[in-house]
């Protein structure tokens, strides 16, 4: 089969959408439409299907994805072989995944620290959410990713090696000059009645499981498309928002931060493959873990908010 082709469906599959999969492959969409097309006719049974937002794998498609990932990754790793031994590279950069809210600040500060320590090293960084970094280091297009155990939770994979590295409370940005900034812990009911808006599906239902537990309603309002986008509707007015508490040191100065009484916490993790790690993976999962309070529990507690 052709991997432009097993290319096409990966990227379909991981946009969600066939006109931005065409886009990104600088093809055209009826292109895109028959290469998927073709691909289903060959296997005899549908791989994606339509939905409101765009399309998605069926059950059979799912599996062609997860294989066809490794695949299309090992045909990268041995072009990027052949070319750093023509071109006399020594070793291959290291490839980094990181949520976006440790792709902010601690990840590239493990990075600085890494560099400093063991001297020059190529290295690339990309941002992604949990489940898709994960199944990234699984395929082996990433040698670490560091990520949450937030709602749904990580999968146990026999092919990646889990690190736990430690607890992470969310706190509640707000406007600079909202009536509770600087005003300390507050509990979450204080905040029920407030607008507020998420960005992804495992921090509102971290939000939304708190709310429950102290017996109200978080009015989950507003949807915005990225962090970024979530932060820049808190700074302007339009609502309040949960986020993570190692994104704090890394926002803008026109919002601000307050602790939540008994706050949701997440387990931040390090994944790095089983088969061909990185050398440089130990070193940067040691300077990872640093990045973590003293005194933060070496093993993640039994349950979680």
């Known amino acids: 089969m052709d991997l432009l082709v097993w290319r096409a469906f990966v990227t379909v599959c991981r946009l969600g959408s066939l006109s931005a999969a065409a886009e990104e492959l600088g093809h055209t969409q009826s292109a895109v439409s028959r290469q998927i097309a073709g ?13 409101a937002r765009g399309v998605r794998p069926t059950p059979a498609g799912e599996v062609f994805r ?7 990754n090992e045909a990268e790793r041995a072009v990027r072989a052949v070319r750093d031994l023509r071109d006399g590279v020594a070793g291959r950069p290291l490839a980094v995944g990181a949520t976006p809210s440790l792709a902010a600040g601690v990840v590239p500060a493990a990075i600085r620290r ?24 699984a395929a ?27 607890v992470d409370a969310m706190v509640v940005v707000l406007p600079a000059g909202h009536p509770r900034a600087g005003r300390g812990p507050v509990p979450v009911e204080a905040l029920a009645g407030e607008t507020w808006v998420e960005d992804n599906d495992g921090s509102a239902a971290l939000l939304r499981r708190h709310a429950a537990r102290a017996g109200v309603t978080a009015r989950i309002d507003l949807t915005a498309a990225d962090l970024p ?38 387990g931040v993790y390090a994944l790095a493959p089983r088969r061909d790690p990185h050398p440089s993976t130990a070193a940067l999962l040691d300077r990872l873990a640093t990045a973590f309070t003293p005194g933060a529990p070496s093993a993640p507690p039994a349950q979680r908010t």
């Open 229 to 266: 986008g979530k932060i820049a509707l808190v700074a302007t007015g339009h609502a309040v928002a949960l986020i993570p508490g190692v994104l704090r040191s890394a926002l803008r100065t026109d919002v601000t931060t307050v602790a939540l009484v008994d706050p949701p916490t997440r």
């Open 114 to 137: 890494l560099l400093d320590a063991e001297g020059p090293l190529g290295w690339s960084l990309s941002p992604g959410l949990s489940a898709d970094l994960h199944d990234r280091v």
């Open 66 to 72: 997860r294989h066809a990932l490794v695949a299309l």
């Open 39 to 51: 691909l289903e006719r060959r296997l005899g049974v549908p791989l994606v299907e339509r939905h």
């Open 140 to 166: 082996g297009d990433l040698d670490v990713a560091v990520v949450t155990d937030a709602p749904p939770g990580l999968p146990d994979d026999p092919r990646v090696e889990r690190r736990f590295l430690g």
